[in-house]
């Protein structure tokens, strides 16, 4: 399955998910201002950064991909805040931060380095950059929609957030599914066996409806650069996955980057 399909298939479920309970939840959460910036938010983060992050995966590996794209999203998210929204950062937080993502570069260097020259290569490194400036910004986007809402008195929760972004992002690559099957009607099409979409509705619930929606709910507490540098340490589940599932053993180091990168979290909660 090509990644804009996979793609397209987890938001529409999510998208369902997140709709049907932020109508019974939160039924008030919408904003006519604040919504349009959650649907660019949306836009950026899961059309454009989505579609690379799936481009990423399929070039590189799951590994190296978390690795690049989360620590782009937190450096990126922290000087959008820092320019956009002039949210300023303390020494000890950034201080944290990298030592987060020089956790997460101990832990998630991968075992058996590729060669680097390869078009495909640099094509899944470029992928993964532009997945992690897209969560980054929209990250930042997301925060200033709260703001508005937030002069008006409306609270828009974590879940509508993630309702809001995810649809925008599954309209988004509708599109882009809709284009692409038009122009190449044998390289789009929908799978014919149930497994891979039993496996991408669970990508759906663990992705964007649970992890999103919490992810938005911090930033409404959090900054970008603070959020993002502790949603980076999720990729540490990666070691225990791969084990799991590819038979992969983690090394001592990747263990010992491991908690070098938890730490990092537990030294930045306690500076807030």
């Known amino acids: 399955m090509d990644q804009i399909t996979a793609n397209l298939i987890r938001l529409l479920i999510a998208t369902f998910i997140l709709g049907l309970v932020t109508l019974i939840v939160e039924p008030r959460s919408f904003h006519p201002q604040a919504s349009k910036w959650l649907i660019v938010s949306g836009i950026v983060g899961f059309g454009v950064g989505d579609i690379a992050l799936f481009m990423a995966l399929s070039k590189i590996g799951s590994r190296l991909t978390i690795l690049i794209n989360f620590c782009t999203a937190t450096l990126v998210g922290a000087l959008s805040d820092w320019v956009w ?67 008006d008195n409306v609270t828009i929760g974590g879940m509508s957030q993630a309702f809001q972004r995810v649809f925008a992002g599954f309209i988004f690559l509708l599109l882009i599914f809709l284009i692409k099957k038009i122009t190449n009607r044998r390289e789009v099409k929908f799978p014919t066996t149930k497994k891979p979409i039993s496996w991408l509705f669970f990508a759906a619930l663990f992705g964007p409806v649970l992890g999103v929606s919490c992810f938005q709910a911090s930033l409404q507490t959090m900054t970008s650069g603070e959020s993002m540098a502790i949603v980076a340490t999720s990729p540490i589940i990666l070691i225990p996955l791969a084990l799991a599932f590819e038979k992969d053993k983690p090394t001592m180091l990747s263990i010992l980057g491991g908690i070098f990168a938890v730490s990092g979290v537990i030294g930045m909660a306690l500076s807030s």
Do not use: M, W
């Open 85 to 151: 929204l002039g949210d300023s950062i303390k020494t000890e937080t950034i201080i944290f931060i990298f030592c987060i993502l020089a956790g997460l570069s101990i832990a998630l260097y991968p075992n058996r380095p590729g060669s680097n020259n390869t078009t495909s290569y640099k094509i899944g490194v470029i992928a993964a950059i532009v997945a992690g400036i897209g969560q980054g910004v929209g990250a930042s986007i997301s925060r200033h929609a709260s703001t508005i809402a937030d002069c």
